[in-house]
């Protein structure tokens, strides 16, 4: 049983940073791979980036690189994504997720919060 719940999205203007969070809370949730997804309007929901809570990371090479960055706080449970240099095609509802096996898809993860809206004006 694990719960997630997002943070941290709003409307922002290109070029400017943002940080969002996930509070994780359940049994074991230190056994799980969490990850950031992000789905725009009509698009498929894609993998931002994972990691474990001991540190591993894992980026969706797809997307420019250096741009987004997770991180965790194992005290707090919660997982970080920051957003740099904000682009308007970075719009999407951005979710956490959390798996109990890796997987870059979004069909591996078994536990999803709510998702946070993040939108990029130009």
């Known amino acids: 049983q694990v719960q997630l719940v997002e943070s941290g999205g709003g409307l922002v203007q290109a070029g400017e940073s943002l940080r969002l969070s996930c509070a994780a809370s359940g049994r074991t949730i230190s056994r799980y791979i969490m990850a950031w997804f992000r789905q725009a309007a009509g698009k498929d929901r894609e993998l931002v980036a994972a990691?474990?809570?001991?540190?591993?990371?894992?980026y969706n090479a797809d997307l420019e690189k250096g741009r987004f960055t997770i991180s965790n706080n194992v005290a707090q449970n919660t997982v970080s994504l920051q957003i740099d240099s904000l682009k308007p095609e970075d719009t999407a509802v951005y979710y956490c997720?959390?798996?109990?096996?890796?997987?870059?898809?979004?069909?591996?993860?078994?536990?999803w919060g709510q998702g946070t809206q993040v939108t990029v004006s130009s």
């Open positions: 990691m474990t809570w001991n540190g591993i990371r894992r």
């Open positions: 997720a959390a798996a109990s096996r890796a997987s870059d898809y979004a069909s591996g993860y078994e536990y």
